[in-house]
């Protein structure tokens, strides 16, 4: 693997329940026409985060539920568990069913981790969303259709690149992701115009970069 090579996610399992169980729907707080669910577990939780947002703009669907397991995909409970499982709820099957294809097809085009070494034991995810949608919006606190700048790596190397992120380009931090978080990564969300969510995404990228490869220097 080379610098900057691409670690892409892979989706693992994927199920539609057409008309889920009133009693397990309570427990995720649904609505009433919230009556199909969509399950989606993926090998990379940051990757499926933004690509989960990407479905709720293509169909009448909320993400209900979606959390990262505990110590990664390297540690996962089982072989189609990954490091994340999603869930998305909707009126029909047919919606639900829009939103998951949404979702992977995003996955494995667009959302993409990086290597910050030869190894690729060192990676991170500096992805612009061009245009949120309910989730990602929700999570930041801005309205849909804004465009994020998400930023995501190892603890030091994402403080670091946060940092120089927010003096590269005119971008205010909406959420940070202190360490450690369920995989041991950190970062933040970053809001902004979408030239200046780039940018900021190009300084996280340079600064991580420059941690991997001197990472004894002060």
Request: charged letters at 20%; one cysteine or more.
């Amino acid at each position: 693997m080379a610098v900057l090579d691409p670690i892409k996610p892979e989706i693992l399992a994927v199920r539609i329940i057409p008309n889920l169980d009133p009693g397990l729907g309570k427990k995720l707080n649904l609505a009433p026409n919230q009556r199909s669910l969509g399950l989606i577990t993926c090998t990379i939780d940051d990757a499926l985060y933004v690509s989960i947002d990407e479905g709720t703009k293509m169909a009448d669907v909320e993400v209900v539920y979606a959390k990262s397991f505990y110590a990664g995909a390297a540690h996962a409970s089982g072989p189609l568990s990954g490091e994340i499982i999603a869930m998305f709820a909707g009126p029909d099957p047919s919606e639900v069913r829009a939103a998951v294809a949404a979702t992977q097809a995003y996955a494995q085009n667009e959302a993409w981790f990086y290597a910050a070494d030869e190894s690729g034991a060192n990676a991170f995810f500096a992805h612009t969303v061009s245009r949120t949608g309910s989730y990602l919006s929700k999570m930041a606190d801005i309205p849909p259709g804004e465009p994020l700048a998400y930023l995501i790596a190892c603890p030091l190397e994402a403080t670091f690149g946060l940092d120089a992120a927010l003096k590269a380009a005119d971008v205010e931090i909406r959420v940070w992701f202190e360490p450690p978080s369920e995989t041991n990564f950190s970062g933040g969300l970053l809001t902004g115009a979408q030239s200046a969510c780039k940018a900021a995404c190009d300084a996280f990228r340079e600064a991580v970069l420059e941690v991997a490869n001197d990472p004894i220097r002060f």
